[in-house]
């Protein structure tokens, strides 16, 4: 290895720079003005969401979605469950008059009458949901 090349770096010398052709350098107002835009007619907004307000709205919909289950529940689901309720207690009712031995004939085709009633709104409900006549 040459002693005169381990000193040197690869990047270009003064020289080389100063011999190599510069390119026209024009300012950017005159570079817009020579496309036909007026310079202060440019306007430029940044926005920029800082973290807490990031967080506070990602907080605000998980509240919002929270709040819209809620209403859910409480104006559709619990009309649901009530109504199951009611079924369930008259069907528990029912079939306890069927099996009671000491119920009276007319108290046991009562029963009998409702819990006929009380399937078959079932299977209407269940089966007429699904049928578009």
Known sequence: ??????????????????????????????YFKGNGIEPSSIKIDISYDSPDAINRTQQEEVH???LAFAKFIIKEASVYAIGLCL???????????????KASSESQAWS??????????????????????
């Open 1 to 30: 290895m040459d002693s005169s090349s381990e000193g040197k770096s690869q990047s270009p010398s003064e020289s080389e720079m100063l011999t190599q052709k510069s390119l026209p350098m024009e300012s950017i107002d005159d």
């Open 64 to 66: 919002q979605r929270k």
């Open 87 to 101: 079924v369930i207690a008259l069907a528990s009712v029912s079939l306890v008059v069927i099996l009671d031995k």
């Open 112 to 133: 009998k009458s409702t819990l006929t009633a009380l399937m078959t709104a079932i299977a209407g409900y269940v089966f007429g949901k699904n049928s578009s006549s």
